[in-house]
């Protein structure tokens, strides 16, 4: 362990969950000279999510750049996810649009993933990893959080540091021992996913099926393995309680071109929730922040909590680090912090938390998609909001709206009969 500081604290950030968040966040604050200890509750170095899309969004590409994973997650097989989305309207192809290579994320499991950054985070100097260490409570002085303690292996222990972060989690503890406000927007779908061999799927590329209310995916992953989840409306729930796996293959046989799920070889167990709220947290206490999905759980439909998190852990590093190893103003630090992970995020989570509910698109969702169906420049637009490159003002800009408009009335107007001749022939 490091020794404490002057002012008593072991390390300057005590970061509970070594999973994406977690971990990513510690190696960036080392690198920035911060003494960082990162508390995971389970004991397994090779411990991983399993609950998860298994895929890591565009907007995740820098911030793997950035922590030098890139090379890793290719030498492990990571599947560069292009996609392609299914509508009422048809198939909306980004890729097979006209123009230049689009930006790409990776899908990769979360059993190749996990163990791979947390690895990456104990070799990095100013990291402790420690392993087996539950938070139990948080360590508090003149109303500011100034540590944790743990339960681990020998006993419990307590671990003070500038600032504690919880990465733990849409369950946070951390987030619960401080009493963060937590906005619950319930979910109208439930969820169930197995990973599947030699399932192959047109071009390779991932696919999803909008069949509003109901929605489906499958996701090319590293060795060979295809993820398929199915995200039915509540209302077929009792189906699935009573055959969750023929529910489940019945939902997937039924997809329009969907994969050959019968030749298939299921190498999992089907596994999933019935209850998936989304949760919106304010990111920061005096002497707290929160990243990831203890900050922000979104629908896992849209499949951006893994970048969300790394880019959380990002946002936090840029704006605490210079007050941590600076001497500077952490609590302006994490005013900074807050106010930026409202502003990327709040658009976004607001139209999730609005379609989560179960409901048919609305007029302007059913422009944006039957237009994207029908124009690749829409289409690629599309792929830039689904990979959270850009936030909604811009996916819903004046300039985006009017193209769809046009696109649709051109539509229109070519699949309208013929007007008939008149009688004269003229």
């Not at 890729?95 to 990456?120: K, W």
């Amino acid at each position: 362990m490091s020794k404490p500081d002057s002012a008593g604290h072991d390390y300057d950030v005590v970061i509970s969950g070594a999973s994406l968040a977690g971990c990513a966040a510690a190696i960036l604050l080392a690198r920035r000279g911060a003494r960082v200890a990162l508390l995971e509750r389970r004991s397994r170095p090779t411990a991983y999510k399993a609950l998860c899309t298994h895929s890591l969004t565009a907007n995740a590409t820098p911030v793997l750049e950035e922590l030098g994973l890139l090379p890793a997650l290719e030498k492990a097989g990571a599947v560069r996810n292009e996609a392609r989305w299914y509508t009422r309207w048809g198939w909306i192809e980004p890729s097979a649009a006209p123009g230049p290579e689009l930006p790409y994320g990776y899908n990769v499991r979360r059993s190749t993933l996990d163990p791979l950054i947390r690895s990456r985070a104990a070799e990095t100097p100013g990291v402790d990893v420690l392993l087996g260490h539950r938070v139990t409570g948080l360590l508090q002085e003149a109303g500011r959080t100034v540590g944790v303690r743990a339960a681990t292996a020998e006993g419990e222990r307590e671990i003070r540091g500038r600032l504690v972060v919880g990465a733990d989690g849409k369950d946070s503890a951390v987030a619960a021992f401080a009493g963060v406000p937590t906005r619950r927007h319930e979910n109208a779908r439930f969820g169930y996913l197995a990973h599947f061999r030699d399932l192959p799927l047109p071009d390779g590329i991932s696919h999803a099926w909008f069949l509003v209310p109901d929605m489906a995916y499958a996701f090319p992953n590293d060795d060979g393995i295809t993820v398929v989840a199915v995200l039915p409306d509540k209302k077929r729930l009792p189906e699935f309680r009573a055959d969750l796996e023929g529910s489940f293959l019945a939902f997937v046989r039924s997809l329009p071109d969907g994969p050959p799920i019968d030749s298939a070889e299921r190498v999992t167990k089907i596994t999933g929730t019935v209850d998936y709220p989304l949760h919106t947290r304010t990111p920061t206490a005096p002497g707290l922040a929160l990243v990831g999905d203890a900050a922000l759980t979104g629908d896992p439909l849209w499949g951006v909590g893994c970048g969300w998190a790394l880019q959380s852990a990002r946002w936090l590093t840029d704006a605490v680090a210079p007050a941590l190893t600076g001497g500077g103003d952490l609590d302006r630090a994490l005013a900074v912090y807050a106010r930026g992970h409202r502003r990327r995020l709040g658009g976004h989570q607001f139209l999730a938390a609005d379609f989560a509910k179960g409901r048919p698109f609305n007029p302007v969702e059913r422009l944006m998609f039957s237009g994207a169906a029908r124009d690749g420049a829409l289409a690629r637009h599309m792929h830039l909001f689904a990979s959270r490159l850009i936030g909604p003002a811009r996916f819903l800009s004046p300039a985006a709206v009017a193209r769809a408009v046009v696109v649709n009335l051109r539509h229109r107007r070519a699949a309208a009969p013929p007007a008939r001749l008149s009688r004269t022939g003229a």
